[in-house]
C-alpha cells in the first residue's frame, strides 16, 4: 500500500470560495504532482515539485497554485473556485531510485456550484 | 515516449487468466515498459515493469518478446476486483517517475 493521503475525499463548495486540496506522502519521495482528471477522461499534469521550494506549472493551464515548504506536503489551492473546476484532482509522488514507479493518492472529488 | 497501442476493451472470466497485449514497436533500447491500471475514480495504480526480461511481482506476470516490439502482462487469476483500465507505457528509466501521460489503455471487464 502506497502512504499518500488526500483529504477531502469529497467537496462540494460555492462559486467563489476558496479551498485548499491537501496531499502527503510519508515515502520521503521529492517529486510530486497534482494530475487533473474528468471521469473516463485522461490525466492532465498542472502542477508538480521536483523538491522543496520547487514547483512549476504542469501542461494544462490551471488557476490553482502549489506550494512544497515541506518534503512530504504539497498543498493545491483555488483562490476562487469556478463551475469549470469541477473535476478530480488526484495527487502523485515518485521513487527517484529503483523502479521510479509513480505512486498516486485517492483523490479529491471537487463540484463546484 | 514511444507510442503503444492497446486493445480498447477485453472481457474475462473471473478465476481464469487475463492476458493484456501491448504492441511498441518504435521501442528504443533503453526504453522501460511499464504497467499500471486505474479502477473507476481511484487513482492509478503501478503493477509492473521490465525492459527485456518476463517478470512476475504479486500482482501480476510481465512477457516482454524477444524483439522487444511487443508485450503481454498476465493476470493468472482475475477477480472481479481487477476490472479497471490498464495502461502500458514505454519509457526511460529516468524519466519514469517524471509526469505520466496515458493512451487509451484497454478496459478489462471481469465477468463472474
Known amino acids: 500500500e502506497a502512504d499518500i493521503y488526500q483529504t477531502p475525499r469529497y467537496l462540494v463548495i460555492g462559486t467563489g470560495k476558496k479551498i485548499t486540496l491537501e496531499c502527503s506522502q510519508t515515502m520521503g519521495h521529492d517529486k510530486m504532482y497534482w494530475y487533473q482528471q474528468d471521469p473516463g477522461m485522461e490525466l492532465h499534469l498542472i502542477h508538480y515539485?521536483?523538491?522543496?521550494?520547487?514547483?512549476e506549472k504542469g501542461d494544462l493551464s490551471s488557476e490553482s497554485t502549489v506550494s512544497r515548504i515541506r518534503t512530504e506536503h504539497f498543498p493545491l489551492t483555488l483562490e476562487s473556485a469556478r463551475p469549470s473546476h469541477t473535476s478530480q484532482y488526484l495527487c502523485a509522488s515518485s521513487r527517484e531510485t529503483g523502479s521510479y514507479e509513480q505512486y498516486f493518492g485517492p483523490g479529491t472529488r471537487l463540484t463546484v456550484t | 515516449d514511444a507510442k503503444t497501442t492497446q486493445p480498447t476493451s477485453m472481457d474475462c472470466a473471473e478465476g481464469r487468466a487475463a492476458n493484456l497485449p501491448c504492441n511498441h514497436s518504435?521501442?528504443?533500447?533503453?526504453?522501460?515498459v511499464y504497467w499500471y491500471r486505474q479502477i473507476h475514480s481511484q487513482g492509478p495504480q503501478y503493477i509492473i515493469h521490465?525492459?527485456?526480461n518476463n517478470e512476475t511481482n504479486e500482482m501480476a506476470s510481465l512477457i516482454i518478446t524477444e524483439d522487444r516490439k511487443s508485450s503481454t502482462l498476465i493476470l493468472p487469476h482475475a477477480t472481479l476486483r481487477d476490472t479497471a483500465v490498464y495502461y502500458c507505457?514505454?519509457?526511460?528509466?529516468?524519466?519514469?517517475?517524471?509526469?505520466?501521460?496515458f493512451g487509451g489503455g484497454t478496459r478489462l471487464m471481469v465477468k463472474p
Open positions: 515539485s521536483y523538491g522543496v521550494n520547487s514547483t
Open positions: 518504435t521501442i528504443s533500447g533503453n526504453e522501460y
Open positions: 507505457i514505454v519509457r526511460l528509466l529516468y524519466n519514469a517517475g517524471n509526469m505520466l501521460t
Open positions: 521490465g525492459l527485456k
